[in-house]
Structures are given as structure tokens and as C-alpha cells.
């Protein structure tokens, strides 16, 4: 594959996470406070947990796997990522980290070519068997996956707290139609 050929596959799959980073956000558009704070599924976790988790997901991936960034990979390994949120957390600041983690994981993306392996795996995590993400292409894909499931998970939360529905095939609140 050409060197153009990479650059196109890899700014299509980051048109694919922008897609679903879309989604997550706009699905939570004019939720309060209380709502974002709110669990409504038997899991327990609230959208102000998920967006949390999907943040820590970013910074895993790209800054830490593929960039190999000290400060991240230090924070990773000393355990602090995840679901937990601390309280003083609005989920304004939640939404406000989310979309600068976005802006650091694409200058990340966009600096890295596609079969770039990564830079450091967080064994801690995920131990050094036989699962193992190999290249940006594979940590794209992955990202995108999980980012496309929780953004389903928000569907049905948003759906459940005042029965507004997003529509998928066009990425616009089912109001706008």
C-alpha cells in the first residue's frame, strides 16, 4: 500500500471515531447535572462514568500505547483510569476533558502512521498474552468499537431519562427531523 493510500485509510477511520465521538456527545446535549450523574441501567454507571471511561480509553490508546507519553503511561501503571470519577467532577468538566482528550488523541493520530507499531503496552492492563493491539490501524479499530458500544449504551440511557432518540444513519437527535 502507497504511503497516500495509508494516510487515506487512516484519516477514514478517524472519520469513523470522529463519527462515533459525535454521537456520544450529542446524544448527552442538554442533559443536566443530575442526569449526567444519573444510572439507569443495572450496571450502575451514570454518563458522566462512561464519558469518563471513554476519556481514560483515549488516553490509554493514543497517548500512552501509541505516543508512549511518560506523565500518561506513569498515571496508567499507578492505577488512576477507568470508571472512577472523582465527585468534585461536574459533568460539564467530564464533557469539557472528553473534548480535549479528542484534540490530543488526533494531533496523535495524525502525527502516526497507520501500521506504526505501538510504542508501549499497558501490561498491567491487559498482561503480555496473546491479546495484544499491534499497529494505529489495530488501536483505531478498537477505539472506534468501543466507542460506537458505549455511544449504544447512551442511546438506551438518553431514551430511558426523557425519550429522546438518535438517529444513526444520518447522526442527528430524532427531534431535528
Given at each position: 500500500?502507497?504511503?497516500?493510500s495509508?494516510?487515506?485509510?487512516?484519516?477514514?477511520l478517524l472519520?469513523?471515531?470522529?463519527?462515533?465521538?459525535?454521537?456520544?456527545?450529542?446524544?448527552l446535549?442538554?442533559?443536566?447535572?443530575?442526569?449526567?450523574?444519573?444510572?439507569v441501567?443495572?450496571?450502575?454507571?451514570?454518563?458522566?462514568?462512561?464519558v469518563?471511561?471513554?476519556?481514560?480509553?483515549?488516553?490509554?490508546?493514543?497517548?500512552?500505547?501509541?505516543?508512549a507519553?511518560?506523565?500518561?503511561?506513569?498515571t496508567?501503571?499507578?492505577?488512576?483510569?477507568?470508571?472512577?470519577?472523582?465527585?468534585?467532577?461536574?459533568?460539564a468538566?467530564?464533557?469539557?476533558r472528553?473534548?480535549?482528550?479528542?484534540e490530543?488523541?488526533?494531533?496523535?493520530i495524525?502525527?502516526?502512521?497507520?501500521?506504526?507499531?505501538?510504542?508501549?503496552?499497558?501490561?498491567?492492563?491487559?498482561?503480555?498474552?496473546s491479546?495484544?493491539?499491534?499497529?494505529?490501524?489495530?488501536?483505531?479499530?478498537?477505539?472506534?468499537?468501543?466507542t460506537?458500544?458505549?455511544?449504544?449504551q447512551?442511546?438506551?440511557?438518553?431514551e430511558?431519562?426523557?425519550?429522546?432518540?438518535?438517529?444513526v444513519?444520518?447522526?442527528?437527535?430524532?427531534?431535528?427531523?
Amino acid at each position: 500500500m502507497s504511503g497516500e493510500s495509508k494516510a487515506v485509510e487512516r484519516e477514514t477511520l478517524l472519520g469513523y471515531l470522529d463519527s462515533q465521538r459525535k454521537h456520544v456527545l450529542g446524544i448527552l446535549d442538554g442533559l443536566g447535572e443530575g442526569d449526567l450523574r444519573k444510572a439507569v441501567l443495572p450496571s450502575g454507571w451514570s454518563p458522566r462514568d462512561l464519558v469518563h471511561h471513554l476519556t481514560w480509553s483515549e488516553v490509554l490508546w493514543f497517548r500512552g500505547a501509541m505516543a508512549a507519553d511518560r506523565q500518561v503511561i506513569d498515571t496508567l501503571v499507578a492505577g488512576e483510569f477507568g470508571w472512577k470519577v472523582p465527585e468534585e467532577f461536574s459533568g460539564a468538566d467530564v464533557l469539557a476533558r472528553y473534548r480535549q482528550t479528542i484534540e490530543q488523541s488526533n494531533r496523535v493520530i495524525g502525527a502516526t502512521a497507520i501500521d506504526a507499531v505501538l510504542a508501549w503496552w499497558p501490561t498491567k492492563m491487559f498482561g503480555s498474552g496473546s491479546w495484544r493491539l499491534g499497529s494505529l490501524r489495530e488501536v483505531l479499530m478498537h477505539v472506534i468499537v468501543d466507542t460506537a458500544t458505549h455511544a449504544g449504551q447512551l442511546d438506551a440511557v438518553r431514551e430511558l431519562i426523557d425519550g429522546r432518540q438518535w438517529l444513526v444513519n444520518d447522526d442527528r437527535p430524532a427531534a431535528d427531523h
